[in-house]
């Protein structure tokens, strides 16, 4: 019998992933905030396909729409097709060492920067230029620092560590 997995700790990691990108940051550090739900999202789907997948992509993003204030969806079609992305090569994804990977994390924050930019584009909201792609960059850039603390939890939820009892 397979013993029960504690979630409330990946469930917190989603919630502090949409709290920090609603925080308030400085103009000048606005264009540098990655797209940390984005990222948690990538990690979680390709650790644990069995257990977070499209439907909880598509409701995150909905809960970022309304946050954000833009236009209802975007945000949930963008983090599902990227959840789609990573669920269909996730044990591919999985092996690659961590340039790699990197380099592959990149290339998903990317589809949902393009994403993002095509529905406001036909929405008719003006573009906001370079930004998601620095955006996304700049996801790419801490993606090493984001697995190795997802690895932490991950581990610490699998193995049933006391400090969460």
């Known amino acids: 019998m397979a013993r029960p997995i504690r979630v409330w700790p990946v469930v917190g990691a989603f919630i502090l992933a949409v709290a920090l990108e609603i925080a308030p940051?400085?103009?000048?550090?606005?264009?540098?905030?990655?797209?940390?739900?984005?990222?948690?999202?990538?990690?979680?789907?390709?650790?644990?396909?069995?257990?977070?997948?499209?439907?909880?992509?598509?409701?995150?993003?909905?809960?970022?729409?309304?946050l954000?204030?833009?236009?209802?969806?975007?945000?949930?079609?963008?983090?599902?097709?990227?959840?789609?992305?990573?669920?269909?090569f996730h044990l591919q994804i999985r092996i690659f060492p961590l340039w790699q990977l990197t380099m592959t994390v990149l290339a998903l924050l990317m589809v949902d920067a393009f994403l993002q930019w095509l529905t406001d584009g036909i929405a008719g909201i003006p573009s906001t230029g370079w930004a998601r792609g620095v955006q996304a960059l700049t996801g790419a850039l801490l993606w090493p620092l984001l697995?190795?603390?997802?690895?932490?939890?991950?581990?610490?939820?699998?193995?049933?560590?006391?400090n969460f009892n």
């Open 68 to 88: 954000h204030g833009q236009l209802l969806g975007q945000n949930a079609l963008a983090l599902s097709a990227v959840t789609y992305l990573t669920l269909r």
């Open 147 to 162: 697995m190795g603390i997802m690895d932490r939890l991950r581990q610490q939820v699998e193995y049933r560590n006391p």
């Open 25 to 66: 940051l400085p103009d000048a550090l606005q264009l540098f905030r990655p797209p940390l739900a984005v990222m948690v999202m990538i990690y979680w789907a390709m650790m644990w396909p069995e257990r977070v997948g499209v439907t909880t992509a598509f409701f995150i993003g909905i809960a970022l729409d309304l």
